[in-house]
């Protein structure tokens, strides 16, 4: 059973930084695409970022593309999402999720940014 489950939400304030972690498990991490999708409140689901370790691949969309950087540890089977620069729109519910496009996802991880 693929089972994912992210941690590190917290309150920051804007311009602050925080590292998403999301642990995995019940599939081959390492040969996975892997990806982060959020949902800030109010609004629908927004994609963040993608990576395939594999081949050293990363994607990231217009929004967060130069603050956020996402990178695996494939060794404990953990995706990283590390937040810079965060601005008060980046307020959402984090979700690691399997494959690109997004196939199963963790519970999520609130991040408020705010002052």
């Known amino acids: 059973e693929v089972q994912l489950v992210e941690s590190g939400g917290d309150l920051v304030q804007p311009g602050g930084s925080l590292r998403l972690s999301c642990a995995a498990s019940?599939?081959?991490?390492?040969?996975?695409?892997m990806s982060w999708v959020r949902q800030a409140p109010g609004k629908g689901l927004e994609w963040v970022s993608s990576?395939?370790?594999?081949?050293?691949?990363?994607y990231y969309a217009d929004s967060v593309k130069g603050r956020f950087t996402i990178s695996t540890d494939n060794a404990k089977n953990t995706l990283y999402l590390q937040m810079n620069s965060l601005k008060s729109e980046d307020t959402a519910v984090y979700y690691c999720?399997?494959?690109?496009?997004?196939?199963?996802w963790g519970q999520g991880t609130l991040v408020t940014v705010s002052s």
């Open positions: 019940g599939f081959t991490f390492g040969s996975s695409a």
């Open positions: 999720a399997k494959s690109y496009p997004p196939e199963v």
């Open positions: 990576i395939f370790s594999y081949y050293s691949n990363t």
